[in-house]
């Protein structure tokens, strides 16, 4: 079995679509919607930060693709560090599992960011972080947690770390635990993530289990990404929709109440 692990550019952009597209789900029409956000995201990631995805190929089949980028490029993450990457996510297609590829995936990413890199000035990265939020369907947090991630104290969302290097005295990740605050506001509002190609898809159910209970109420999406000063008002670090003011849902479509 031939892996070969390539970074993400232009023209291999697609693969890193179909690199985490289940076969069960690739013609649904709100699902190739998710793609188009996350192709645009990609690309404007790629342009303007650097390569953003390492993608993996088994005997020439794109099938997994690990996605990262610097962790002050991620604006609804406040910090002052420029010597941290942050894993977005990591992912294998079902028919290329226990087969290493996301080991291979990973392995590479750590060997490229021990080295000086321009995605930091050309200095080594000191840290990876990751989310450490348990999600329905995503075992992501204990696979890290298996090769050397540690918990964090701060946030939940950046809330595992794997040191390249020796830290220095009192060294830590900086970004602050917080609760997503309630504000005074009629309607719904989805925040959601373009790094995903599932949230068009997610957001639809959120909308539909919404409009099953208030037909008339109004419903807006933000991108965490292209509005993150409100998240960040808010305390907001990963998906959430808020409704009257309050966080009703977090992560795809479950009530918290």
């Known amino acids: ?17 179909l690199a985490c597209t289940p076969d069960r789900i690739k013609d649904n029409l709100l699902y190739k919607q998710g793609m188009e956000v996350r192709k645009k995201w990609l690309l404007h990631t790629y342009r303007t930060v650097g390569p953003c995805v390492k993608i993996a ?6 099938a997994g693709m690990i996605q990262y980028t610097p962790l002050h490029h991620v604006p609804y993450f406040s910090t002052k560090r ?7 996510c990591i992912y294998t297609k079902k028919d290329f599992r226990l087969m290493g590829v996301a080991d291979r995936l990973l392995e590479s990413l750590v060997k490229e960011m021990k ?15 990751t989310s450490a939020r348990e999600r329905y369907g995503s075992n ?13 104290t701060g946030n939940l969302d950046a809330g595992l ?7 220095s005295p009192n060294e830590c990740l900086d970004i602050p635990m917080v609760s997503m605050s309630e504000v005074k506001e009629k309607g719904v509002r989805i925040f959601f993530n373009p790094t995903c190609q599932w949230c068009i898809y997610l957001n639809e159910g959120v909308k539909r289990i919404i409009r099953e209970l208030n037909p008339g109420i109004q419903i807006e999406e933000i991108s965490l990404f ?3 000063e409100e998240a960040l008002k808010r305390g907001v670090t990963c998906r959430v929709t808020y409704v009257n003011g309050k966080p009703a849902f977090i992560g795809a479509a479950f009530p918290l109440h």
């Open 1 to 17: 079995m031939d892996i070969e692990i390539r970074d993400l550019s232009e023209e291999n952009i697609d693969d890193a679509l």
């Open 140 to 152: 992501q947090p204990s696979y890290f947690r298996k090769k050397g991630f540690k918990s964090t």
């Open 226 to 228: 292209d509005d993150p």
């Open 161 to 167: 770390i794997l040191r390249l290097y020796k830290p």
């Open 57 to 62: 190929y088994v005997n020439k089949i794109p």
């Open 82 to 88: 420029r010597d941290t990457l942050y894993i977005h």
């Open 115 to 129: 080295q000086p890199n321009p995605l930091f000035g050309n200095k080594p990265c000191r840290l990876l972080a």
